[in-house]
C-alpha cells in the first residue's frame, strides 16, 4: 500500500508507523500524544481528529493531491530513521 492510516486514542512509539515509514507509505494517523512524537503534521504525515469525519476527510485529502502525498514520502525518506541498511537487508530478504 502507499498510504497507511493510524487511528488509535492512545499510543506510545508505534512500530507500525515507523514500519510504514520505512516501506515508503504516506501515514496518516489519529492526534495523540505518541503518534505526535512520530509526524510533524503536514511535513512527514498527516495528523487527523479521531472521528471516521476526520481521518475520511485526511484519507481524501491525500488520494486527491498527489503531490501532497509525495512530497511527504520524499520528507520520510530525507529524514530517514537510522536504520535503513538494516531495513533494506531485511528487504532484500522478502523478495
Given at each position: ?79 530517514g530513521n537510522g536504520q535503513t ?11
Amino acid at each position: 500500500c502507499d498510504l497507511y492510516v493510524h487511528a488509535t486514542r492512545f499510543e506510545g512509539k508505534s512500530i507500525a508507523i515507523q514500519e510504514a515509514k520505512a516501506l515508503g507509505c504516506a501515514v496518516i494517523a489519529s492526534d495523540c500524544a505518541g503518534n505526535r512524537e512520530q509526524i510533524e503534521d503536514g511535513v512527514d504525515g498527516l495528523l487527523c481528529l479521531l472521528t471516521p469525519e476526520g481521518i475520511a476527510r485526511k484519507i481524501e485529502e491525500l488520494i486527491d493531491d498527489t503531490e501532497k502525498k509525495e512530497r511527504i514520502v520524499a520528507a520520510v525518506k530525507q529524514k530517514g530513521n537510522g536504520q535503513t541498511e538494516e531495513i533494506q537487508r531485511l528487504l532484500d530478504l522478502m523478495k
